[in-house]
């Protein structure tokens, strides 16, 4: 297993979200955002109802309806798809549709995540399900669902009947996985220990499956045959792997002032990342972590500084790290042998590697 690559802080705390480097980009995810905003533009009768609800988790509206100046995201997965697109040749435009799709699907998929796990603030403003109620919530989060897979079913005329039959099992495909992720994720909360294999296959479904079909759903709405666009799924179910690992060091040693959380966060939490999975398979510290998780209210900040340096020092943060890097070459390689168009090519290689690099 290649060793991770140290990555000066200076360098760190600038790194942003590597962009699609093309002239037309900031038009087709701009298209993709008018798209969205058109999906979600309610009935003339139901302007104060339902779609208020989604306007606000999108960050569009205030818990009032008052406009604000606000977008919810940073919109990596619909760029993925766009990417991927452009990387196998085609016009992005093909993948509008599937762009919105999984932009509204991940969106739905937070709707419904914060009602499980009781979260009160994403992205610094109140969960819709502490503004609007948990039964309004569930069902907005349902109709986001629905819309978000009929953007597939408005495919472009010229779009083959047997590809846009393949976009939809692949969406459809992505979301069961989410949903046994999410499940797992669920169920990780009651259990006493957490196996490692468990852990990579809950993030696989939860993070994994949808930036997988993210790229895959992107070059197959390209053209791409159905052997190059699973080579891209694979490529973005590893980057999601990547992602996910690395938020998971940051959850627990990130910098507050960058990640805008509190230090040791999934620590006070009692969250069973990935550091506390290996943590509770270590015989020295297993018992002891166990023990405290076992707990039912949440660890001090001065004990979760204790345990984050415990588990840093017995090896579990460099673990980490290496697993992660490990993900972002799964990705890497995924692209290797593909006849791809070089400068989509590269942002996807970048965004693989930012996977890993970033601090927030």
Same mark, same amino acid.
């Given at each position: 297993?290649?060793?991770?690559?140290?990555?000066?802080?200076? $360098?760190?705390?600038?790194?942003?979200?590597?962009?699609?480097?093309?002239?037309?980009?900031?038009?087709?995810?701009?298209?993709?955002?008018?798209?969205?905003?058109?999906?979600?533009?309610?009935?003339?009768?139901?302007?104060?109802?339902?779609?208020?609800?989604?306007?606000?988790?999108?960050?569009?509206?205030?818990?009032?309806?008052?406009?604000?100046?606000?977008?919810?995201?940073?919109?990596?997965?619909?760029?993925?798809?766009?990417?991927?697109?452009?990387?196998?040749?085609?016009?992005?435009?093909?993948?509008?549709?599937?762009?919105?799709?999984?932009?509204?699907?991940?969106?739905?998929?937070?709707?419904?995540?914060?009602?499980?796990?009781?979260?009160?603030?994403?992205?610094?403003?109140?969960?819709?399900?502490?503004?609007?109620?948990?039964?309004?919530?569930?069902?907005?989060?349902?109709?986001?669902?629905?819309?978000?897979?009929?953007?597939?079913?408005?495919?472009?005329?010229?779009?083959?009947?047997?590809?846009?039959?393949?976009?939809?099992?692949?969406?459809?495909?992505?979301?069961?996985?989410?949903? $046994?992720?999410?499940?797992?994720?669920?169920?990780?909360?009651?259990?006493?220990?957490?196996?490692?294999?468990?852990?990579?296959?809950?993030?696989?479904?939860?993070?994994?499956?949808?930036?997988?079909?993210?790229?895959?759903?992107?070059?197959?709405?390209?053209?791409?045959?159905?052997?190059?666009?699973?080579?891209?799924?694979?490529?973005?179910?590893?980057?999601?792997?990547?992602?996910?690992?690395?938020?998971?060091?940051?959850?627990?040693?990130?910098?507050?002032?960058?990640?805008?959380?509190?230090?040791?966060?999934?620590?006070?939490?009692?969250?069973?990342?990935?550091?506390?999975?290996?943590?509770?398979?270590?015989?020295?510290?297993? =018992?002891?972590?166990?023990?405290?998780?076992?707990?039912?209210?949440?660890?001090?900040?001065?004990?979760?500084?204790?345990?984050?340096?415990?588990?840093?020092?017995?090896?579990?943060? $460099?673990?980490?790290?290496?697993?992660?890097?490990?993900?972002?070459?799964?990705?890497?390689?995924?692209?290797?042998?593909?006849?791809?168009?070089?400068? =989509?090519?590269?942002?996807?290689?970048?965004?693989?590697?930012?996977?890993?690099?970033?601090?927030?």
């Amino acid at each position: 297993m290649k060793p991770p690559r140290v990555v000066p802080a200076r $360098e760190r705390r600038n790194t942003a979200a590597p962009m699609w480097d093309d002239p037309g980009a900031a038009a087709h995810r701009d298209a993709v955002r008018a798209r969205v905003r058109r999906a979600l533009d309610p009935p003339r009768d139901a302007r104060d109802g339902m779609y208020r609800w989604l306007a606000f988790h999108l960050g569009w509206v205030d818990a009032g309806g008052a406009p604000v100046d606000g977008r919810a995201g940073k919109g990596v997965r619909p760029l993925v798809s766009l990417m991927a697109c452009a990387a196998v040749g085609a016009d992005p435009a093909q993948a509008h549709g599937v762009a919105a799709a999984v932009e509204m699907t991940h969106e739905f998929s937070l709707i419904h995540d914060d009602i499980e796990d009781g979260d009160t603030e994403r992205r610094g403003r109140a969960t819709l399900w502490t503004v609007a109620g948990v039964p309004h919530a569930i069902n907005a989060g349902d109709a986001l669902f629905s819309l978000a897979r009929r953007q597939l079913t408005e495919a472009p005329p010229e779009l083959p009947s047997r590809v846009a039959l393949d976009l939809i099992r692949r969406y459809d495909t992505a979301c069961l996985r989410l949903a $046994e992720g999410q499940y797992l994720d669920i169920a990780f909360e009651s259990a006493e220990r957490v196996r490692l294999a468990d852990y990579q296959l809950m993030i696989l479904g939860k993070t994994g499956a949808l930036l997988g079909a993210a790229a895959g759903m992107g070059a197959r709405a390209g053209g791409a045959s159905t052997a190059d666009s699973d080579r891209l799924t694979r490529f973005g179910e590893s980057v999601g792997v990547a992602f996910q690992m690395q938020d998971d060091v940051l959850g627990i040693w990130g910098d507050p002032d960058v990640t805008g959380k509190s230090a040791g966060n999934d620590l006070i939490r009692r969250k069973k990342s990935l550091p506390v999975v290996l943590a509770m398979a270590d015989e020295t510290l297993g =018992p002891d972590l166990v023990a405290t998780y076992a707990r039912t209210h949440p660890l001090a900040p001065e004990e979760a500084a204790g345990w984050a340096a415990r588990i840093a020092e017995a090896g579990h943060r $460099e673990t980490c790290t290496r697993l992660a890097h490990a993900a972002a070459d799964a990705a890497l390689e995924a692209l290797d042998g593909l006849d791809l168009v070089p400068g =989509p090519r590269a942002a996807l290689a970048a965004l693989a590697r930012f996977a890993v690099d970033r601090e927030h």
